[in-house]
Nanobody
Framework: QVQLVESGGGSVQAGGSLSLSCTAS????????MAWFRQAPGKQRERLAF???????IYLESLEGRFTFSQDNSKNTLNLQMNSLKSDDTAMYYC???????????????WGQGTQVTVSS
């Protein structure tokens, strides 16, 4: 019954913006570690941003402050605002959920199908 569905992906020019959303069903986000990941062909999956067990938002440093992560517990929705997009941001973007282990969010058991983001030069 646990399900995550991403939306908002598409094709944009370099320098443009996109807003991604992830809606959860079958569980409440407030009780899980939530995160956004991405994976480009031939590259390893990266965790872009997540909420830790203390409720803090942690970002991947290489994003250079261009992305903003938010979680709306009342709507059970996760969002990722992406600005100043670059060609290197082209990837499949996923939201994921997992339970904290010893107070840390490292393993994610539930994944969405993903939404494609393509940035042209």
């Amino acid at each position: 019954q646990v399900q995550l569905v991403e939306s908002g992906g598409g094709s944009v020019q370099a320098g443009g913006s996109l807003s991604l959303s992830c809606t959860a069903s079958g569980f409440m986000m407030r009780n899980y570690c939530m995160a956004w990941f991405r994976q480009a062909p031939g590259k390893q999956r990266e965790r872009l941003a997540f909420i830790d067990s203390y409720g803090r938002t942690i970002y991947l440093e290489s994003l250079e402050g261009r992305f903003t992560f938010s979680q709306d517990n009342s709507k059970n929705t996760l969002n990722l605002q992406m600005n100043s997009l670059k060609s290197d941001d082209t990837a499949m973007y996923y939201c994921a959920a997992g339970r904290p282990l010893f107070g840390e969010c490292k393993n994610y058991d539930y994944w969405g199908q993903g939404t494609q983001v393509t940035v042209s030069s």
